[in-house]
């Protein structure tokens, strides 16, 4: 099972993109739903999760009040919008499934964000 996640680009300083994460109907209503992010040469880092069903939301600090993640029950979707961008939001993002006692266990290939300043 692989969650297909799109909505990347090429976007310069302080502007916005949404990226998307569809997940079949089994997955998307695991306990939680986030995205993550890798840039080159770096750790893969934690952004945001949502839970299922009551969408409780949580964010790194590094993109609290800028990106807000939420979710479509009706397409089985999950997306993350990213607003006021910076370069050092330029990374892979991926979005995963998972339950609280198995953590993290469906992944999607990611798709590629890239800032200019």
């Known amino acids: 099972v692989q969650l297909q996640a799109s909505g990347g680009g090429l976007v310069q300083a302080g502007g916005s993109l949404r990226l998307s994460c569809l997940a079949p109907?089994?997955?998307?209503?695991?306990?939680?739903m986030g995205w993550f992010r890798q840039a080159p040469g770096k750790e893969r880092e934690f952004v945001a999760s949502?839970?299922?069903?009551?969408?409780?939301?949580l964010y790194s600090d590094s993109v609290k009040g800028r990106f807000t993640i939420s979710r479509d029950n009706a397409k089985s979707t999950v997306y993350l919008q990213l607003n006021s961008l910076k370069p050092e939001d330029t990374a892979v993002y991926y979005c995963?499934?998972?339950?609280?006692?198995?953590?993290?266990?469906?992944w999607g290939q990611g798709t590629q964000v890239t800032v200019s300043s």
């Open positions: 995963a499934a998972g339950t609280a006692s198995g953590g993290y266990s469906y």
């Open positions: 109907g089994r997955v998307y209503s695991r306990d939680f």
């Open positions: 949502i839970t299922w069903p009551a969408s409780l939301t």
